[in-house]
């Protein structure tokens, strides 16, 4: 059983890091494509960064480029995200979800349309 567990979320102000962890299990880690994803209140979840285990390929949103950073410890099965330079904007629940086909990563980023998501985990930025 494909398993994803988020952690890591909080409250930070503003300018701040924060680093979310997706510890993944019952699957062949280095053949998934594990991505983070996130829903704002009252908006539609987007894609925020995923990476092909496969080929270490990475995808991220523009909103996030050069803010945050993806990446994957297959010794640990886990993917991780660190967030610099948090903005209020950047408040929402963030998901990790995983699937097999990691050949078209930034599809599955784009779209969402990955097989297995785990429960998410809350940031808040506060001004």
């Known amino acids: 059983e494909v398993q994803l567990q988020a952690s890591g979320g909080g409250l930070v102000q503003a300018g701040g890091p924060l680093r979310l962890s997706c510890a993944a299990s019952?699957?062949?880690?280095?053949?998934?494509?594990i991505g983070w994803f996130r829903q704002a209140p009252g908006k539609e979840r987007e894609g925020v960064s995923c990476?092909?285990?496969?080929?270490?390929?990475?995808y991220s949103a523009d909103s996030v480029k050069g803010r945050f950073t993806i990446s994957s410890d297959s010794a640990k099965n886990t993917v991780y995200l660190q967030m610099n330079s948090l903005k209020p904007e950047d408040t929402a629940v963030y998901y990790c979800a995983a699937d097999p086909r990691a050949h078209v990563v930034m599809r599955l980023c784009r779209t969402g349309g990955m097989d297995h998501w785990g429960k998410g985990t809350l940031v808040t930025v506060s001004s």
């Open positions: 019952g699957f062949n880690f280095d053949d998934y494509a």
């Open positions: 990476i092909s285990n496969s080929d270490d390929s990475t």
